[in-house]
């Protein structure tokens, strides 16, 4: 098992800047790879960004390609996402996941990661 705990949510105006902080704890030599998704009131949960555990390859999506900035310490445990330029769209509840080796779904895919935090809200006023 894998305990992930998100921080760092909160209010921030549009063209504002928020990191968002998961700390993971319990079998952490398992993780692969995490992955930060997210959330809008009334949407389905959607993929934003990637780091590999071992060799740090990220990926992001459109959305949030060149705002969006994953980053991870391997001695903390803990995977951080800059956002910066925020806009009012990027409102929503941010879960940070594992993606455990062996995984055969994409990794935009909610199927491919085996543990989830509990989300940390964030809300961008324009």
């Known amino acids: 098992q894998v305990q992930l705990v998100e921080s760092g949510g909160g209010l921030v105006q549009a063209g504002g800047s928020l990191r968002l902080s998961c700390a993971a704890s319990g079998r952490t030599l398992s993780m692969y790879a995490m992955s930060w998704f997210r959330q809008a009131p009334g949407k389905e949960r959607e993929f934003a960004a990637y780091?590999?555990?071992?060799?740090?390859?990220?990926y992001y999506a459109d959305s949030v390609k060149g705002r969006f900035d994953i980053s991870k310490d391997n001695a903390l445990n803990t995977v951080l996402l800059r956002m910066n330029s925020l806009k009012p769209e990027d409102t929503a509840v941010y879960y940070c996941?594992?993606?455990?080796?062996?995984?055969?779904?994409?990794?935009?895919?909610?199927?491919?990661?085996?543990?989830w935090g509990q989300g940390t809200q964030v809300t961008v006023s324009s």
């Open positions: 996941a594992v993606r455990l080796l062996g995984s055969t779904y994409p990794y935009t895919a909610e199927s491919g990661y085996a543990y």
């Open positions: 780091i590999n555990w071992n060799d740090g390859r990220t």
